[in-house]
């Protein structure tokens, strides 16, 4: 037994192990911290999280305000997304009406908004919607630019479309001729069998979208008039020729994303554990 | 029985169209009456419309033509009074067993105590009262339908429809049910409408056996089996009604099949 499980951990952490073996081994060997910094010069920004960098804050700073802007285009789309999706897969002629639109904006790359969204919203930010103008207000809400959460917006709208239409479709005919007989009312379809039917694949959607969103955000952050978040930290820190900080913010990307899309994981394990079993 | 009937059937028909535009006529020109209280089995050969039936009896689907009256109503849409069981897996299997039986008083706005113990009570009807927190998933083919069975009459229907609800259940299990059914049915007194294509099956429970034509579903014999309760497959009676059915069954699907042959032949 304990043979098994050291086997399973030596094969869990054989590729990460010889990832940085290489990348000491590089690093020594290459001699050059703006090509590959060593190991420990980035585990050291690690290790003082909250100390400024580069004259941007700290990283934990610019990873919270990131956050921020990922949840803001992402709860919109949600907000959107599911409803829509709901209608779209229960009621035919909706479908038929909004898919050959929507279906002809999902190959569009959420970069290949930029120049648009720019030309729409500028630099203009929650804080320039509730005029405020100076304040702690101010430097909050200037950090929500229009332009950045409509490009993670999109990213994220389609997966969570696409799953929830897929969801509602194929709830199975006989649970809603079933609830019919009942005596469920229209409302009562809605909330009691069709939302509770296709939330595993809702959810599933909502954890990819956030997956895109979170995907987005460099390039949202990259947009002009940022001046913070962990997109823009890679940015100036390149321009700098601090790859040390670079990867540091490859690596929080990384973990955060990991770390949101477990939180789901959990979610589907512990509220669908029925969707297992049906056949 | 005197009384009006408490469900009649008239000169009902339903058009089906299909994906290239021509009309299918899926049930034509059925007529019957149901006494109240009666088990009525409906047999008939595969896709003869037997379900589509059952369907528009219970306001699922509406005719093209003709007219279905509950207790002198014209049914439309599906009302309480009417129950039905489906042969599929129906039950919600993010909802355990109880949150299953209540959940047509819940539709009906039942407070919660009083719809689960309404529900509870239902389940020891059928012995399933220790399985009240189990979900679906859980249970065996057979409880399900135990389950289906006790949630349709949760609602306390006077018709209860039943689309081949053992069909999909192995023998032993089927037999088990059907005697339960019988069980209850003598015990609440409902009217009950059975779809099968199990000769068996029909003869076994019903008062009165509708045999259907293939498609399109015409009623071609009413036979009223005046066997007493409880059966027994050695009775001499059963061998010479299931030759009876059986032997209509057979013609209809030997007409069928020239039918389909003919038509595909036609396409060509």
């Given at each position: 037994?304990?043979?098994?499980?050291?086997?399973?951990?030596?094969?869990?952490?054989?590729?990460?192990?010889?990832?940085?073996?290489?990348?000491?081994?590089?690093?020594?060997?290459?001699?050059?911290?703006?090509?590959?910094?060593?190991?420990?010069?980035?585990?050291?920004?690690?290790?003082?999280?909250?100390?400024?960098?580069?004259?941007?804050?700290?990283?934990?700073?610019?990873?919270?305000?990131?956050?921020?802007?990922?949840?803001?285009?992402?709860?919109?789309?949600?907000?959107?997304?599911?409803?829509?999706?709901?209608?779209?897969?229960?009621?035919?002629?909706?479908?038929?009406?909004?898919?050959?639109?929507?279906?002809?904006?999902?190959?569009?790359?959420?970069?290949?908004?930029?120049?648009?969204?720019?030309?729409?919203?500028?630099?203009?930010?929650?804080?320039?919607?509730?005029?405020?103008?100076?304040?702690?207000?101010?430097?909050?809400?200037?950090?929500?630019?229009f332009s950045m959460v409509f490009i993670i917006f999109i990213g994220a709208f389609y997966p969570i479309l696409t799953s929830t239409i897929h969801g509602v479709s194929s709830v199975r005919s006989t649970l809603l001729d079933s609830a019919r007989v009942l005596g469920a009312s229209e409302r009562d379809i809605f909330r009691k069998i069709l939302l509770p039917a296709s939330s595993p694949s809702i959810v599933n959607g909502m954890r990819i979208g956030l997956g895109v969103a979170w995907m987005c955000l460099v390039s949202a952050e990259m947009l002009p008039g940022s001046l913070s978040g962990v997109g823009y930290l890679i940015t100036h820190a390149y321009t700098l020729a601090r790859t040390d900080i670079v990867i540091a913010g490859m690596i929080s990307i990384a973990v955060i994303g990991a770390f949101l899309d477990l939180f789901f994981r959990i979610v589907e394990k512990r509220k669908f554990a029925w969707t297992r079993l049906t056949r | 029985m005197t009384d009006a009937p408490i469900l009649r059937i008239e000169a009902l028909r339903k058009d089906f169209k299909t994906k290239n535009g021509t009309g299918v006529e899926a049930v034509a020109e059925v007529t019957f009456d149901i006494p109240e209280n009666d088990f009525v089995c409906i047999v008939g050969p595969s896709g003869c419309g037997k379900s589509t039936l059952l369907r528009?009896?219970?306001?699922?689907?509406?005719?093209?033509?003709?007219?279905?009256?509950?207790?002198?109503?014209?049914?439309?849409?599906?009302?309480?009074?009417?129950?039905?069981?489906?042969?599929?897996?129906?039950?919600?299997p993010w909802r355990h067993v109880l949150d299953n039986v209540a959940l047509g008083p819940e539709f009906l706005g039942t407070p919660r105590t009083e719809r689960e113990a309404k529900a509870m009570e239902y389940l020891r009807l059928v012995g399933m009262e220790d399985f009240s927190r189990a979900f679906p998933h859980?249970?065996?083919?057979?409880?399900?339908?135990?389950?289906?069975?006790?949630?349709?009459?949760?609602?306390?229907?006077?018709?209860?429809?039943?689309?081949?609800?053992?069909?999909?259940?192995?023998?032993?299990?089927?037999?088990?049910?059907?005697?339960?059914?019988?069980?209850?049915?003598?015990?609440?007194?409902?009217?009950?409408?059975?779809?099968?294509?199990?000769?068996?099956?029909?003869?076994?429970?019903?008062?009165?056996?509708?045999?259907?034509?293939?498609?399109?579903?015409?009623?071609?014999?009413?036979?009223?089996?005046?066997?007493?309760?409880?059966?027994?497959?050695?009775?001499?009676?059963?061998?010479?009604?299931?030759?009876?059915?059986?032997?209509?069954?057979?013609?209809?699907?030997?007409?069928?099949?020239?039918?389909?042959?003919?038509?595909?032949?036609g396409e060509e």
């Open positions: 037994m304990v043979k098994t499980i050291f086997v399973r951990a030596a094969v869990y952490l054989l590729m990460p192990c010889l990832f940085l073996a290489s990348w000491a081994f590089m690093a020594r060997h290459l001699d050059n911290e703006v090509i590959l910094p060593g190991i420990g010069q980035v585990a050291e920004l690690f290790t003082q999280p909250t100390e400024s960098l580069i004259a941007m804050g700290s990283l934990v700073r610019n990873v919270a305000i990131s956050l921020v802007r990922v949840l803001a285009g992402y709860l919109l789309a949600v907000f959107l997304a599911v409803p829509l999706g709901i209608l779209m897969g229960y009621y035919g002629t909706v479908f038929r009406l909004l898919n050959g639109f929507v279906a002809l904006f999902r190959p569009i790359p959420p970069l290949a908004w930029v120049p648009l969204v720019l030309a729409w919203f500028g630099v203009a930010s929650l804080a320039t919607l509730f005029n405020v103008e100076r304040g702690t207000a101010y430097l909050y809400l200037n950090n929500l630019k | 528009m009896i219970a306001g699922l689907e509406t005719a093209t033509a003709g007219s279905i009256d509950y207790r002198g109503e014209t049914i439309s849409r599906p009302r309480k009074e009417i129950g039905m069981v489906f042969q599929e897996y129906s039950l919600l859980e249970l065996s083919g057979g409880m399900r339908q135990r389950v289906a069975i006790v949630r349709a009459l949760a609602n306390d229907p006077d018709i209860l429809l039943m689309d081949e609800p053992f069909g999909a259940l192995d023998a032993h299990t089927r037999i088990l049910l059907q005697k339960e059914l019988l069980r209850i049915w003598e015990h609440h007194r409902k009217t009950i409408l059975f779809v099968t294509h199990g000769v068996d099956e029909a003869i076994y429970l019903a008062d009165r056996i509708l045999v259907m034509s293939a498609r399109p579903g015409r009623i071609l014999d009413v036979i009223d089996v005046a066997m007493e309760r409880p059966r027994h497959r050695s009775h001499p009676s059963y061998g010479p009604l299931a030759e009876r059915i059986l032997t209509i069954l057979e013609q209809e699907a030997a007409a069928s099949f020239r039918d389909t042959a003919a038509a595909q032949h």
